[in-house]
């Protein structure tokens, strides 16, 4: 039996900037809630959340952690999660699994960077939000800015519940805006009357029959208006704002007061999933309906093991149970169910809807993956932006060459937003994630964790090569060596695949003649046609040809970079009774894809990545004549409150390798960035030059 009704459960997220006191405050929230006999803290290393090396020595979080407890009558289950942009995984993956994204924002430095981009992403994941201002005990505070600040930003749902009794070292409770004192105390900042104007407006605008009643002059009951605002959260009309200080716990009890009586419950966002048929089908917030979690997060336990963490969004997960895992048709047994307190666990029989748990020792769960009653159900994917910052790697000691990969592969599990890839070409182990501090910890944890050092270095930029013309040609591949010699000769036609067709569209039979089949491969983005006619090559030896182009495609042609982007047709060619055999037609086609390629105007296309920089307005000039000269193009830019700029723009990945540092100097420090992969396209001639003769003079000196 749940031990928990599902309605009163609260599964919050909290999520900002850096330096906002989100888990300071998760560790007071704890204390406030009867757990432990202290408030855990950041600064002295006694953190329930903070409780890696790293994570301690920084003084700030790198991963998400999990806490819970009672309060209200409410079961809250809170991830505390990493503020800045670098390990934006660790947010995407919490978002998914709750119904409320409590927003942050530091009293004295207002909205940041990371501050929009979170406030966008729960919006994405369609949860109810509120904004809580926290360390209003700070300086050079300027509340009525900030008020309007956030409601420009972010817009007019944005309505505070309470509001500060006096600000700064004078900061020390709330006043409500819903149920406004008779007696408002002195200092009060703003007019608590005029708020509760515009904050029922925003509540009944979700509600049709309380708006008519409203408007009418009736008195709402304050059950009503409660019922209204979770009601107004879940509909976005509502937003509400809450002030805090983590530091001194002024505005604490009222905060977790107000989400215990108005954050959203699991039965208050639709979820669904898709069944083994393709079909989408409505998830039931209920403990009787079949089993269906998804994995949100996985950590590796030096002790423990590998443990991923899941939300229950329908029916009951019991220890000892066989489940369906998404993607595949095996049946997983549930060894051990974890409740979770930071890095503290202590094992459950059962969880049910709503519960946030880990399971361990399963080595195939992947984050984004569905535990399932029925076979093929699946949650939506989880989505994680493209790491593009990358490092070649390799280890300092010889002893380290057999453990590097395994245990690269271990972050890889743990972060989404981590990449691990070997360059067939370059044969570079190459990692890449979201920024240089991103790889940095990284190393640091392969270090301290693994016991693996490694030397790093700038990889080679993943160019590709295409054409830009058309070329028909043949090439015979004839060897006589005593005894039984290699023949073989394939006439081959090499053209570009045009830009955003849709392949089975684009080869109809009616566009190639005497077509008979093509295959198209998605990784290169290339088709082979078959035109022969007449048998002037034997069909069992076709594969060997289409084995021939791609082993050569795979390698490069004219500077070493994978191929993408062609058509290559094979129209005719010729066989030997006796010497012919698949390794000679493999070779003729290898030397004809090179040869045909060669003439047909060869190009070489580069990554293009989205950027999104946020800067103090006075260096906007300064970056945008930068930008210019990295062969950037400026998409557009948007002014935003706090006398910052937001350049959105496309650059080259070449020109951005080492953005951060350039930033950091161009504006002292202030300015942030984030970056995703957009899409490749062509090199200018001039930088092909430069590229081409670099590879040429690399592989003269290997050889």
């Known amino acids: 039996m749940a031990k928990h009704q599902v309605e009163n459960i609260r599964n919050m997220v909290l999520v900002g900037h850096g330096a906002t006191g989100k888990t300071t405050l998760a560790d007071l929230l704890l204390f406030k809630a009867g757990v432990g006999s202290r408030a855990g803290s950041v600064d002295d290393g006694t953190s329930v959340l903070d409780t890696e090396d790293d994570e301690q020595d920084r003084k700030s979080s790198i991963t998400s952690a999990l806490i819970h407890f009672e309060h209200g009558g409410k079961r809250f289950n809170v991830i505390d999660t990493p503020?800045?942009?670098?390990?934006?995984?660790?947010?995407?993956?919490?978002?998914?699994?709750?119904?409320?994204?409590?927003?942050?924002?530091?009293?004295?430095?207002?909205?940041?960077?990371?501050?929009?981009?979170?406030?966008?992403?729960?919006?994405?994941?369609?949860?109810?939000?509120?904004?809580?201002?926290?360390?209003?005990?700070?300086?050079?505070?300027?509340?009525?800015?900030?008020?309007?600040?956030?409601?420009?930003?972010?817009?007019?749902?944005?309505?505070?519940?309470?509001?500060?009794?006096?600000?700064?070292?004078?900061?020390?409770?709330?006043?409500?805006?819903?149920?406004?004192?008779?007696?408002?105390?002195?200092?009060?900042?703003?007019?608590?009357?005029?708020?509760?104007?515009?904050?029922?407006?925003?509540?009944?605008?979700?509600?049709?029959?309380?708006?008519?009643?409203?408007?009418?002059?009736?008195?709402?009951?304050?059950?009503?208006?409660?019922?209204?605002?979770?009601?107004?959260?879940?509909?976005?009309?509502?937003?509400?704002?809450?002030?805090?200080?983590?530091?001194?716990?002024?505005?604490?009890?009222?905060?977790?007061?107000?989400?215990?009586?108005?954050?959203?419950?699991?039965?208050?966002?639709?979820?669904?999933?898709?069944?083994?048929?393709?079909?989408?089908?409505?998830?039931?917030?209920?403990?009787?309906a079949g089993l269906v979690a998804q994995v949100f997060k996985s950590r590796i336990d030096p002790f423990v093991a590998k443990m991923s963490y899941i939300r229950i969004f329908s029916g009951e997960l019991k220890k000892d149970a066989n489940v369906h895992m998404s993607g595949t048709d095996k049946t997983v047994r549930i060894a051990q169910l974890l409740e979770m307190q930071g890095a503290h666990h202590e094992s459950v029989d059962s969880a049910s809807v709503g519960d946030l748990v880990a399971v361990v020792k399963m080595d195939d769960l992947k984050v984004g993956d569905t535990l399932s009653k029925d076979v093929g159900f699946a949650m939506p994917a989880i989505s994680f932006p493209t790491p593009m910052i990358g490092l070649a790697v390799e280890p300092k000691s010889r002893a380290d060459q057999s453990k590097i990969s395994g245990a690269l592969a271990k972050f890889e599990d743990e972060d989404q937003t981590f990449q691990i890839y070997r360059d067939p070409q370059t044969k570079e182990m190459v990692i890449r994630g979201m920024s240089e501090l991103h790889l940095q910890i990284i190393q640091e944890r392969l270090l301290k964790r693994e016991k693996v050092d490694v030397n790093t270095h700038l990889p080679k930029i993943p160019y590709r090569e295409t054409v830009?013309?058309?070329?028909?040609?043949?090439?015979?591949?004839?060897?006589?060596?005593?005894?039984?010699?290699?023949?073989?000769?394939?006439?081959?036609?090499?053209?570009?695949?045009?830009?955003?067709?849709?392949?089975?569209?684009?080869?109809?039979?009616?566009?190639?003649?005497?077509?008979?089949?093509?295959?198209?491969?998605?990784?290169?983005?290339?088709?082979?046609?078959?035109?022969?006619?007449?048998?002037?090559?034997?069909?069992?030896?076709?594969?060997?040809?289409?084995?021939?182009?791609?082993?050569?495609?795979?390698?490069?042609?004219?500077?070493?970079?994978?191929?993408?982007?062609?058509?290559?047709?094979?129209?005719?060619?010729?066989?030997?009774?006796?010497?012919?055999?698949?390794?000679?037609?493999?070779?003729?086609?290898?030397?004809?894809?090179k040869q045909e390629f060669l003439k047909a105007k060869p190009a070489l296309l580069e990554p293009i990545v989205n950027i999104e920089i946020s800067v103090p307005d006075d260096k906007l000039g300064d970056i945008t004549s930068d930008l210019n000269g990295r062969r950037g193009r400026v998409e557009g830019m948007e002014g935003v409150p706090g006398g910052f700029q937001i350049i959105r723009a496309k650059v080259p990945l070449s020109e951005v390798m080492t953005y951060a540092r350039s930033l950091s100097s161009m504006t002292g420090g202030q300015g942030s960035f984030s970056l995703e992969f957009s899409h490749y396209e062509l090199v200018p001639p001039n930088e092909q030059a430069k590229i081409v003769a670099a590879a040429q003079k690399a592989k003269e000196e290997e050889s």
């Open 83 to 288: 503020g800045y942009p670098d390990f934006i995984g660790q947010v995407l993956g919490a978002l998914a699994v709750v119904e409320t994204a409590v927003i942050v924002i530091n009293a004295g430095s207002g909205i940041e960077v990371n501050t929009r981009r979170v406030f966008a992403k729960s919006g994405d994941a369609g949860i109810g939000r509120a904004i809580v201002i926290n360390k209003c005990d700070g300086e050079n505070i300027n509340c009525e800015q900030l008020l309007s600040d956030i409601q420009e930003s972010f817009g007019t749902a944005c309505v505070p519940l309470n509001l500060p009794v006096g600000l700064g070292a004078d900061f020390n409770g709330v006043v409500s805006t819903l149920q406004v004192p008779s007696d408002i105390p002195a200092g009060t900042v703003g007019d608590p009357k005029a708020v509760n104007q515009t904050a029922m407006d925003a509540i009944v605008e979700a509600d049709e029959e309380l708006m008519m009643r409203f408007l009418e002059g009736e008195a709402l009951a304050p059950d009503e208006i409660a019922a209204g605002v979770s009601k107004a959260i879940a509909a976005g009309t509502l937003i509400p704002i809450f002030f805090t200080s983590s530091k001194t716990g002024a505005g604490v009890p009222e905060l977790m007061a107000a989400l215990a009586q108005f954050a959203l419950s699991p039965l208050d966002i639709k979820r669904s999933g898709t069944n083994a048929g393709g079909n989408e089908v409505a998830v039931e917030a209920n403990t009787k």
């Open 468 to 593: 830009a013309g058309t070329s028909e040609g043949h090439y015979r591949h004839k060897k006589q060596s005593g005894g039984s010699g290699q023949f073989g000769e394939v006439h081959f036609k090499v053209s570009p695949m045009p830009i955003d067709v849709d392949p089975d569209e684009y080869f109809v039979k009616d566009r190639f003649e005497s077509m008979r089949n093509f295959k198209y491969h998605p990784e290169f983005n290339y088709a082979f046609v078959d035109r022969i006619s007449q048998g002037s090559i034997p069909n069992n030896f076709i594969p060997a040809i289409e084995k021939g182009v791609i082993e050569r495609m795979s390698q490069g042609v004219l500077a070493d970079f994978q191929v993408e982007g062609v058509i290559v047709e094979l129209y005719f060619g010729k066989d030997h009774p006796v010497d012919s055999n698949e390794t000679a037609f493999k070779t003729a086609a290898s030397h004809c894809f």
